[in-house]
């Protein structure tokens, strides 16, 4: 994620949740903290890392947030990090999917067949990327990255090509809301 985006005024819409509600000095120190501690890290494109408080205070000043025009720094888990999350959050990789569209085909991932063909069912009905007929691929993966720092011992993928249909706000609109596949704490 973008380094900006966690001083962004529109956060919570960027973010879809609450703000985390600091202030300027505070959110350095925390990141900074975070980065110190090992479960973060804070770099750009070039690789260049920020750890320290100052470190990080520049690498917010040289970081942008407007829509599809990011730059500077952004921040990510490191897999100690992950493993501090999981140990919160409590996730069920067996519900996790990982869902990607491209120009001209769509990739569903998940940790088991069956997960992925229930993805497939639903997305395939969606009125506006329709799946093009012999363009159906299914593949083992082992192992398989589920996030950039979780690897998981075996996933599977199904990934197809599509055209574009008609509108689909109704058929959005009526999907139904999956059960969440890790638990949000109340902080």
Not at 14 to 38: K, M, P, W, Y
Not at 55 to 84: D, I, K, M, N
Not at 129 to 140: A, D, I, K, Q
Not at 164 to 187: C, D, F, I, K, M
Request: net charge negative; hydrophobic share 35%.
């Amino acid at each position: 994620m973008n380094l900006a985006v966690l001083r962004s005024p529109r956060i919570e819409e960027i973010l879809n949740r609450r703000t985390h509600g600091l202030g300027d000095n505070e959110l350095v120190e925390f990141l900074a903290s975070l980065c110190q501690a090992g479960l973060i890290e804070v770099k750009n494109k070039e690789g260049v890392r920020a750890c320290t408080l100052h470190e990080v205070e520049r690498a917010f000043a040289q970081s942008g947030c407007v829509p599809r025009h990011y730059s500077g720094f952004w921040y990510s888990l490191t897999p100690v990090g992950g493993a501090a999350w999981e140990s919160v959050t409590r996730p069920e990789w067996s519900r996790y999917t990982d869902y990607s569209m491209g120009l001209s085909d769509i990739r569903i991932e998940a940790a088991s067949r069956e997960r992925a063909h229930e993805e497939y069912a639903q997305a395939s009905t969606d009125p506006a990327h329709v799946p093009v007929p012999g363009s159906y691929e299914e593949s083992l993966l082992q192992p398989w990255a589920a996030t950039y720092w979780k690897t998981l011992p075996t996933g599977f993928r199904i990934q197809y090509a599509w055209v574009e249909g008609t509108s689909n706000v109704a058929w959005q609109l009526s999907q139904p809301h999956p059960r969440p596949w890790y638990t949000t704490p109340e902080l």
